[in-house]
């Protein structure tokens, strides 16, 4: 998985593969290029995002999975349990802090969406359907000089990551008595 290529390297890879002339996905997909349609952008920064990190997470959750005592699967084993068996009763609960702090840290960061990404695929053709957050904030800032409108934008993004963090861990102590703080 592409989790240690860089954005720009992914986005020239889009390019490459949804060009409808001469790209793998695009000749399937019409004559008109798929990241110039407003509609269809949002979905495929979304596929190509679980693409690019769902290796990190993979990593992590073998990590988890590692640290298992491997005497709880010849005892599951014993009674008669099977495979899915020894996925819910086995891996599952012990596994399950390392997801409910993924889930709390990820929470932290549900509105940011990689400016870098977004910025790359915009152009005028998907600017109804590719704006975000990061991107406003940055044409307000930056380009249209209204730093304090700007820093406004990105601190309020920030409260409601961190009001979606505290949230989030609240109901973690609460449900399963893992949390970060």
Wanted: some cysteine.
């Amino acid at each position: 998985m592409p989790h240690f290529i860089s954005t720009v390297v992914i986005v020239a890879m889009l390019n490459i593969f949804l060009t409808p002339q001469t790209g793998l996905i695009g000749r399937f997909l019409g004559s008109q290029s798929v990241l110039d349609n407003a509609d269809a952008i949002a979905p495929i920064y979304w596929i190509s995002e679980v693409w690019q990190h769902v290796g990190w997470n993979a990593i992590i959750y073998l990590a988890a999975l590692s640290s298992v005592d491997l005497s709880l699967y010849e005892a599951a084993k014993m009674d008669g349990a099977g495979r899915l068996q020894l996925i819910r009763y086995v891996d599952l609960p012990t596994i399950m802090p390392t997801c409910v702090i993924l889930l709390i840290m990820n929470m932290g960061s549900v509105l940011n969406v990689g400016f870098e990404k977004v910025w790359l695929m915009q152009n005028a053709m998907n600017m109804p359907g590719s704006e975000v957050i990061s991107t406003y904030t940055y044409k307000i800032g930056i380009q249209s000089f209204q730093f304090s409108y700007g820093t406004a934008i990105g601190l309020f993004n920030t409260v409601i990551n961190f009001a979606f963090l505290i949230i989030a861990n609240w109901i973690s102590k609460r449900v399963s008595d893992t949390s970060i703080f």
